[in-house]
């Protein structure tokens, strides 16, 4: 099994910064690959961002690119997701997931492990 828990969610204005953070426990953190997902209310779970294994390789949803930053520490078993110029559209709660593949990081049915997810509001 592996925990994860999201934080570093909160409220702040259209064109500022969060940082979230995933701290996870349980397993080889470094063997799973991370993503990162968020669902607006009365929305559908959808991608945001996935990390392979060793921090290499990132992938991103269209409408982030350029403005949200996937990373991660394996020594601290800790992703990262730095988002800037947010806008009232990232308004979701966000959750973090993790699998052991790195293929179809956009399918949210091929993650093995959540987290309880962190709430980001953006006002306008």
């Known amino acids: 099994q592996v925990q994860l828990v999201e934080s570093g969610g909160g409220l702040v204005q259209a064109g500022g910064s969060l940082r979230l953070s995933c701290a996870a426990s349980?397993?080889?953190?470094?063997?799973?690959?991370m993503g990162w997902f968020r669902q607006a209310p009365g929305r559908e779970r959808e991608f945001v961002a996935a990390?392979?294994?060793?921090?290499?390789?990132?992938y991103y949803t269209d409408s982030v690119k350029g403005r949200f930053t996937i990373s991660r520490d394996n020594a601290k078993n800790t992703v990262y997701m730095q988002m800037n110029s947010l806008k009232p559209e990232d308004t979701a709660v966000y959750y973090c997931?993790?699998?052991?593949?790195?293929?179809?990081?956009?399918?949210?049915?091929?993650?093995?492990?959540w987290g309880q997810g962190t709430q980001v509001t953006v006002s306008s």
């Open positions: 997931a993790g699998k052991l593949d790195y293929s179809s990081n956009d399918n949210a049915a091929r993650y093995e492990y």
């Open positions: 349980g397993r080889t953190f470094s063997n799973y690959a």
């Open positions: 990390i392979s294994w060793l921090g290499s390789s990132t």
